[in-house]
């Protein structure tokens, strides 16, 4: 049964003023869309701290705020044209990072591409989704975010980091709508 079919799973219209998806450590974000398709993420810690995420279309990040810190990414092609997703495409790129001042800090290669479609369950939810990776290429080796991109809401769920020989899994316990 789709996530449509269950009165209690939030849907693309909850979205609208923010769902909560809270992961297996306590971690949980509040993420809502608005109507230029713009995505935020507010991540709260389970320690306390609390993260910024912004998107023009919740899959590539265009700024990232932590307490005084605000960054933010430019990319070397047209992202607005990355939804509908379409599975196992690619696209490669460079991402350009500024800080507040406007002082370009670092430009780096990067290669992003899309799974196969599943679906993926939160709770007694299920949506169906597309995963997708980016892989970004630093001077000290390769990083990798993997999100689960919920076709249905058009939000994005962190799913997998991993920098430096160490990987990070999340996984979401629930979502309700705020």
Avoid at 77 to 88: C, N
């Amino acid at each position: 049964m789709l996530a449509g079919q269950i009165n209690a799973c939030p849907t693309v219209d909850d979205v609208k003023t923010g769902v909560r998806i809270t992961f297996g450590d306590g971690t949980y974000s509040i993420i809502s869309r608005d109507s230029a398709g713009a995505v935020t993420e507010t991540q709260h810690t389970s320690d306390g701290e609390v993260f910024v995420f912004e998107s023009a279309n919740g899959l590539l990040e265009t700024v990232y705020i932590e307490g005084d810190t605000q960054d933010t990414f430019a990319y070397d092609f047209d992202t607005s044209d990355l939804l509908p997703l379409t599975p196992w495409t690619r696209v490669g790129g460079q991402q350009t990072l500024t800080d507040k001042t406007g002082e370009v800090v670092e430009r780096v290669e990067f290669s992003y591409h899309t799974l196969g479609e599943s679906t993926y369950r939160i709770g007694a939810c299920i949506y169906p989704a597309v995963r997708v990776q980016t892989q970004y290429q630093f001077d000290v080796g390769a990083t990798m975010v993997e999100l689960t991109f919920l076709t249905d809401l058009q939000i994005p769920i962190n799913a997998a980091y991993r920098a430096g020989g160490v990987v990070d899994i999340y996984r979401a316990v629930s979502i309700v709508a705020k």
